[in-house]
């Protein structure tokens, strides 16, 4: 009997633990206008797959075209009321639950980021450069990416005039990742955009229409190493989550800043253990130092920088590591400020390596798409100098920086895309022989990218330099900054030899022909030329709105 009756209770008691737990329960707090600018994109992305599964094959271009355009408009819009409504500054918070940081270098690096995908958008939408088909104008892209190259499917569809019109919702995706990369607030979200940004560009990079081969060969190299670098990334969250019970960037940098040991007597044994925290934040760290680009995670860039399109080059030498440099900086500012001591020394090493590697490597280069791959590593040396300087003024160099040299790239790569010979794009460095003479206006806007390149003075370069050298010397790196100055020396001597090739050189009669661009590249270039002026002449509007922007909430 008293069996039965304390069955009978607990089968009462069940009811109340249920009804106990749903009145503890809370819906999930959504700040969906702090969150705006990713969700627009990620869902004008969206409707792109919709469009390409339902709109007839000759009305995408121009509906992905619109669509990608109005997507990153409108995210930009929205950071600029985030902005505008004091978001990066007084009203900075943790969103989503404690997985976004809403504050001043995530909206600024989520403008740039926007601007530099609005400006990719033209370069992509490109489509007088290559032979007009039978029935159509064609693209940059495969004309059937899933067929054999060079086997009959290919040839089906190249004679039929088809486009890739998928790469515009690619792009999308790629940009939402990347929106999200520099906001994370924790170590699983940051995974997860790293894999959302990732595997997009993983598909573009294949899509080449020419050199098919070159360019499948580049996405599988650029997909094997990023596979190992989001292993390092994850196993190193592991060993933090294992070192501090959280993913949460507050929470570690509590336990590592030994604020918070109100835990568990099993974390307490845990917490105590700061080969967990060294080795993990170690491997969190190479992950992101492989999308920087920087030595010696670097192997990837020249390979992927030739063999992808020319487009997709400049959209993830540009975008890419604005995202990745944003990410950076939140964990070692945020998460890791209390082993400034430990990780320093080895950023130094970082820098001085990826400085020195990337200017001497690049002396040696015949093919204008690995040059500036070379190019960009050794840029990514010097955006470290700004990381080291552990200051608000060095988040604001590398924020202004990363601005400038996002524009200068694209421009650069856009000018590229435009020099062409029978077999596409002419970028062995022999071929620009002359170039100066045969056109001297594209030749001189190329100029002028390499001298931005190099830091001259008046142009973005020489201000986003002077900015990270600044913020380095007075954060007590003086010795990096002169490692920084002669790797910029000899790096100049690179871009200037590009330029007397093109200027002093005497044409080919055979050399590539320089193609008429349409508006949407025209537009392209132009916007770089104007920002590489204006950021060079009147720089300090600009620098005064990074230092704003540079704080970031904890």
Known sequence: MSAVATVSGAAGAV????????????????????????LIVLGAAVIGILLEAFLPRKLRYGAQLILAALGLAG????VLGLAISGHATTKAAIAGMGAIAVDGPTLFLQGTILLVGLVSVFVFAERRLEPRSQTATVDSW????????????EREATKAGWTTTEVYPLLLFAVGGMLIFPAANDLLTLFIALEVFSLPLYLLCALARRRRLLSQEAAVKYFLLGAFSSAFLLFGAALLYGY??????????RVVGNADRSTSAVLAETTSNDALLLIGGALVVMGLLFKVGAVPFHMWTPDVYQGAPTPVTG????????????????????VLPGLRWDWRPVMWGVAILTMLAGAVVAITQTDVKRLLAYSSIAHAGFLLAGVIATSRDGVASVLFYLGAYSFVTLGAF???????DAGGEATHLSKWAGLGRRSPLLAGVFALFLLAFAGIPLTSGFAGKFAVFKAAAEGGAGALVVVGVIASAIAAFFYIRVIVLMFLSE?????????????WTTSAITVGVLVTVVLGVAPQYFLDLANQAGVFVR
């Open 315 to 334: 959209f993830m030498a540009a975008a890419t590591k604005v995202a990745a440099f944003g990410a950076l900086l939140r964990l070692l500012y945020v």
């Open 142 to 153: 495969a004309a059937q990416p899933a067929s054999v190259p060079g086997g009959e499917g």
């Open 15 to 38: 009811p109340s633990l249920w009804t106990l737990g749903a009145e503890q329960l809370e819906p999930p707090k959504i700040e969906y206008g702090e969150l705006s600018p990713t």
């Open 507 to 519: 044409p080919k009669a055979d050399g590539p022909t320089v193609a008429v661009p349409s508006v």
């Open 244 to 253: 501090s019970g959280s993913v949460n960037y507050s929470g570690i940098a």
């Open 75 to 78: 995210g930009f819009a929205a």
């Open 414 to 420: 856009a000018v590229v895309t435009l020099v062409r």
